[in-house]
C-alpha cells in the first residue's frame, strides 16, 4: 500500500501537488486530499481528547485509541482511488459502544450549548471536524467512487462524539448548558429538535 516515508521534508510539494497512495500526484486543493486532510486532522482532534486525561473508570482511551486506528485506515483507503481498508464490523462496534454510553443519559429536551469541562469540550471539538470530514468524503463521493463503509463510519463518529461530550460531562458532575429557547427572536420557536442524522 503505496510508499513508507523516509523522509518528510521532501520539497515535492512546492509547487502545490501532493502524492496519492498509488503514485499518482494531484493538486493540493483536489477533493481527495481535502478528505484525507479533514480525516487526518479529526484524527488528531481524538489524539487531544485522549491526552486530557480521560477518567479510566470509563474504560474510553482503548476504544479511542481504536477509532484511531480506524480514520488511519480510512485516509489509507482514501489516499489510495479504488482502495478499501475500513471494515463494515468497524461501524458496527461504533454501534454498540454508541447504545452502551447512551444508557445512563437522560432524555435530550433541548439542544445543548457544546461545552463543560475539557474533554467534553475537546469531544464536541471532534464531532464537528468529523462532520466537516463527512461532508468532504461526501464530496468526493459525488465525483469519484469511495467507500460506503467510509461514510458511514464518520457519520456515526459524530454522533458518538456528541454522546461522549455528555457522558464526560456527566461523570464530571457538569450540569449540561442548554439553548435557552425564551432568548431567541420571535419565530425561533419553529426549530425542532430532532434525532442526529
Given at each position: 500500500m503505496g510508499h513508507r516515508l523516509s523522509a518528510i521534508a521532501t520539497r515535492t510539494g512546492d509547487a502545490g501537488t501532493t502524492g496519492l497512495g498509488d503514485g499518482s500526484?494531484?493538486?493540493?486543493t483536489d477533493p481527495r486530499v481535502n478528505a484525507m486532510g479533514d480525516v487526518d486532522e479529526l484524527n488528531s482532534a481524538v489524539g487531544m481528547l485522549i491526552a486530557?486525561?480521560?477518567?479510566?473508570?470509563?474504560?474510553v482511551d482503548a476504544q479511542l485509541i481504536d477509532v484511531q486506528?480506524?480514520?488511519?485506515?480510512?485516509?489509507?483507503?482514501?489516499?489510495?482511488p479504488?482502495?478499501?481498508?475500513?471494515?463494515?464490523?468497524?461501524?458496527?462496534?461504533?454501534?454498540?459502544w454508541l447504545a452502551t454510553l447512551n444508557v445512563s443519559?437522560?432524555?435530550?429536551?433541548?439542544?445543548?450549548?457544546?461545552?463543560?469541562?475539557?474533554?467534553?469540550?475537546q469531544a464536541h471539538m471532534c464531532r464537528t471536524i468529523c462532520r466537516r470530514a463527512e461532508r468532504s468524503v461526501i464530496a468526493l463521493a459525488e465525483v469519484q467512487a469511495?467507500?460506503?463503509?467510509?461514510?458511514q463510519y464518520l457519520n456515526r463518529l459524530s454522533d458518538l462524539m456528541f454522546v461522549l461530550a455528555r457522558v464526560l460531562n456527566q461523570h464530571a458532575g457538569q450540569a449540561e448548558s442548554m439553548w435557552n429557547r425564551e432568548r431567541t427572536p420571535q419565530g425561533g420557536g419553529l426549530l425542532t429538535l430532532s434525532t442526529a442524522s
Open positions: 500526484r494531484v493538486s493540493k486530557f486525561g480521560l477518567p479510566p473508570e470509563l474504560g486506528q480506524d480514520l488511519l485506515d480510512l485516509g489509507g483507503e482514501l489516499s489510495i479504488g482502495y478499501t481498508l475500513l471494515k463494515p464490523e468497524r461501524v458496527a462496534a461504533l454501534d454498540a443519559l437522560p432524555r435530550l429536551q433541548e439542544f445543548v450549548r457544546p461545552g463543560g469541562t475539557i474533554p467534553a469540550g469511495v467507500s460506503h463503509t467510509g461514510r
